[in-house]
């Protein structure tokens, strides 16, 4: 019999990546989406939607003792916002009652595989070692805050539960908007960075990130478990531009904008955004995190448990989506 999953944020860039491959691997495919989410993408793979109330624990409650799933992946978040009290609302109060009704279902899933964020743990200095799965929160966000009170949340009510908190750090590949961006601007002939400070920059391709949470689910565990996950590799501030030339035989000009200049962009836009409901590219917290030196992580315990060998490498991996976009006709 098909091991039947739920996804939560399935519509969203990693959940849609997550949906097809999970159908391709034979699971019974249960998609958490809104009723305005644009579902085209992920239809073929999906053997049924759902639609949760995530403000009603009675609805929810119904959800898991009707389907009775045998693992769920929470995939979705709110990134940005305007508030802490909303973006917690979202990535904390709503995974708790998630939570709450999973493990309180009459068939108790048989692992929640949790998608936290590296943000939540924040960068370290440029000359310390890698980012440990125990390390200690000192996140610059707030969108890292509310990854940390969600992780907390997690270990003050669900420490005996079985649950695997995932924390990638930053995820790339097709269909995804805001590295694109970075990308947009590079096909535009500009190589463009804040200040000359050197930084350890990680990624991870969302295809392997996919693989290590469905490996979540059934690899053996004991109890709350927690992981960074990267593709194991450390990089240069200028290596995403390297494969970018070398993918599209290209000559970019490289200009380096004055850190304090951007701070002070990043402020005038932080004000001039004051009233609206969007944020804006660039702000005061988003250009800490963009700044940050060291965002290098230790993989060793995903290697070990979860059986996680990364299959892409950052220049294999960006090669990949690069040409996605442009046969997407993204640029």
């Not at 917290?285 to 993989?299: K, Y």
């Amino acid at each position: 019999m098909k091991k039947k999953v739920l996804v939560t944020g399935a519509s969203g860039f990693v959940g849609s990546h997550l949906v097809e491959t999970a159908a391709k691997l034979g699971y019974e495919v249960h998609a958490a989406v809104r009723k305005s989410s644009l579902i085209r993408v992920v239809e073929p793979f999906v053997q049924q939607f759902v639609y949760p109330d995530f403000d009603n624990p009675a609805s929810l409650q119904e959800l898991f003792d009707t389907e009775g799933y045998d693992y769920v992946i929470h995939a979705a978040a709110l990134t940005k916002a305007k508030s802490e009290r909303e973006i917690t609302a979202v990535n904390v109060g709503v995974t708790e009652r998630l939570l709450d009704a999973a493990f309180q279902a009459k068939n108790p899933p048989l692992r929640v595989v949790f998608v936290s964020s590296l943000a939540a743990i924040g960068p370290v200095p440029y000359t310390e070692k890698p980012i440990q799965d125990n390390a200690a929160y000192r996140p610059v966000t707030l969108y890292g805050r509310s990854k940390q009170a969600a992780e907390e949340m997690i270990r003050a009510k669900f420490s005996t539960k079985p649950i695997t908190v995932i924390r990638p750090t930053a995820v790339y590949g097709p269909r995804e908007k805001d590295l694109f961006i970075l990308f947009n601007t590079m096909n535009k002939g500009l190589d463009a960075y804040i200040g000359r400070a050197p930084q350890k920059l990680s990624f991870v391709y969302v295809r392997d990130l996919v693989d290590v949470l469905l490996s979540a689910c059934s690899s053996e565990q004991q109890g709350l478990t927690f992981f960074n996950i990267t593709d194991g590799q450390e990089y240069s501030r200028y290596a995403m531009a390297e494969v970018f030339k070398e993918t599209f035989a290209k000559k970019l000009l490289r200009v380096h904008v004055p850190l304090g200049l951007v701070r002070q962009v990043a402020k005038i836009s932080q004000w001039l955004y004051r009233n609206s409901s969007k944020t804006p590219v660039i702000y005061p917290e988003r250009l800490g995190e963009l700044t940050a030196q060291n965002w290098s992580c230790d993989i060793s315990q995903a290697n070990k448990i979860l059986n996680y060998h990364p299959k892409y490498n950052l220049a294999s991996g960006l090669k990949e989506s690069l040409r996605w976009y442009k046969h997407n006709n993204w640029f």
